[in-house]
C-alpha cells in the first residue's frame, strides 16, 4: 500500500512519490538553543523520528536534515543574562539538545546543520534574491520584497491583502512594505556579527532554513516539517524566499505536528505550566514519554498530565508484560501442538493492520491499536495448554518489530551487568538455603536499582521499574 501522507499546502492526504526512486529528502526546523527543550519542542522531534523510521521500514533512504538556530536574539540575549558568549550558550545546549532526545529513542540527523556553519551559504542566497529583485538593503538590513512573490500565502491559505490589513512596520525598522521581512539584521553594538556585503550583522530566522536546505538536499525536497505554529509565518516565509530564489518549487509535502496542552491549558511560561523534556526524562521512563507521545495521532493537539502519563505508563506495562511472559513460556514450550497455522495468520494480519494505519499518515495512535490486539491475542495463546516456539517467536518478534518503528527498544535480560546477575543468582541460592533474610535484602537493593523482581512457578523473573 502507497503511503499517504496529510499534505498542510493541499489540505488533504496525497500518495507520496518521492523525488529520487526510494530515497526521501526531509528537512526538521529544529530548536532555537538558548536553554533545554520543553516538550513543545520534544514531540516533533519524536513525531518526524517516526515518520523517519517508517520510511527507512518501508525500504527507503531518508537524508533527514534537523538544524540548530545557534545564533539569534534569544541567544544574545542569554549570552548578555548570563554573561557568556552566544558560542559557548550554544554548544552547551545542542549537547544537551542530543542527549535528551536520544533518552526518548530519537535517531541521530544524517546532518545537523547550524546557523553559524552555513553564513556563506546564508549570505549568497540573500544576494541572489537581492539581484533577482526580491530583495532590498535598507541602512544596513536586508528586507525580502514580499509582493514580489505573487503565491505568497499559499501555505497558511490567507491572501496578501489579509495578510496587508494586520501588518504594521514596528520601531527602528526600516521596510518599504508592513509584509517585507527581514533576511539580514545589522549588528548593533557588542553583538555577535558577520562580515557581508551590507556591512556587519547577522541572520533573520527565516533565511537559515532555505540557505540549508538548498546546501544539503537541493533546491527542492520531498518533505519539509516542522510544528503547526510554523506554519506562518516561518514557512510561509522560507517558501517565498526559496521559491523566488530557486525557480522552482521548494517543498513537494508539508508536514506540521499539533500543539500539547498541560491539563487542558496551553503550555506558556506566562501560565506557569512550561515543562521541559529535560526534566521529565529525569522523572519518567524515556520510553513511556515516548509511548505517551504517539498514543495521538501527530496532527491532533495532545494534552500532558501527570494522571494521562501514569495511564500511559500501566498501558506500556501490558505491552513489557506479555514480551516478559513469552520469553518465559519459550523455555518451557514443548512444541506437541499441531495447530499453529490459525497462529501464524493472525500474527500476519496484525502486521497488515499495523502497516495499514502506518501508511495512512503515519497514524500511530491506531497503530497502538493494532499492538494492543495482537497483546490480546498473545495472552490467549499463553493460556493455551500446549504451545509452540515457532508461535512464540512469531508473537515476540512481531511485537518488538513494531515497537521499534515507534522508536521503542526494550532493554533484553542480557543487558544486565554482571553484578547484578550475581545478585540474582545470590538471592535464588539464599532461598534455597532457607535464607529469606538475605534473599529479602537482594531484593530491595535491587528494587533500589530500579530492578523488579517476580517470584512465579517457572522461576524468578525480573523488569525495569
Known sequence: MTIKIYNTMKRQKEPFESIEPNKVKMYVCGPTVYNYIHIGNARPAIVFDTVRRYFEYKGYQVDYVLNFTDVDDKLIKAARELGEEVPSIANRFIQAYKEDVKALGVKEAIHHPRVTETMDDI???????????????????????????????????????ELRSGARIQVGEKKDDPLDFVLWKQAKSGEISWDSPWGEGRPGWHIECSAMAKRYLGDTIDIHAGGQDLTFPHHENEIAQSEAANGTSFANYWMHNGYINIDNEKMSKSLGNFVLAHDLIQQHDPKVLRFFMLSVHYRNPINFSDSLLESAKNSFDRIENVLTNLKHRK???????????????????????????????????????????????????????????????????????????????????????????????????????????????????????????????????????
Open 331 to 465: 523455555e518451557t514450550s514443548m512444541n506437541l501442538t499441531t495447530d499453529t497455522a490459525s497462529w501464524h495468520e493472525k500474527i500476519a494480519n496484525a502486521k497488515i493492520a499495523f502497516e495499514k494505519e502506518m501508511d495512512d499518515d503515519f497514524n500511530t495512535a491506531n497503530a497502538i491499536a493494532v499492538i494492543f490486539d495482537l497483546v490480546k491475542e498473545a495472552n490467549t495463546y499463553l493460556n493455551e495448554k500446549q504451545t509452540h516456539t515457532d508461535v512464540i517467536n512469531e508473537f515476540e518478534q512481531t511485537l518488538i518489530a513494531f515497537l521499534q518503528i515507534l522508536g521503542i527498544t526494550l532493554e533484553d535480560e542480557a543487558l544486565l551487568d554482571e553484578e547484578i546477575e550475581q545478585l540474582i543468582e545470590e538471592r535464588l541460592t539464599a532461598r534455597k538455603n532457607r535464607d529469606f533474610a538475605r534473599a529479602d535484602e537482594i531484593r530491595d537493593e535491587l528494587k533500589q536499582r530500579n530492578i523488579i523482581l517476580e517470584d512465579t512457578p517457572q522461576g524468578t523473573r525480573w523488569k525495569r521499574g
Open 123 to 161: 549570505i549568497a542566497f540573500i544576494q541572489t534574491l537581492v539581484d533577482k529583485g526580491h530583495a532590498y538593503e535598507s541602512e544596513g538590513d536586508v528586507y525580502f520584497k514580499t509582493r514580489s512573490f505573487r503565491e505568497y500565502g499559499k501555505l497558511s491559505h490567507q491572501s496578501i491583502d
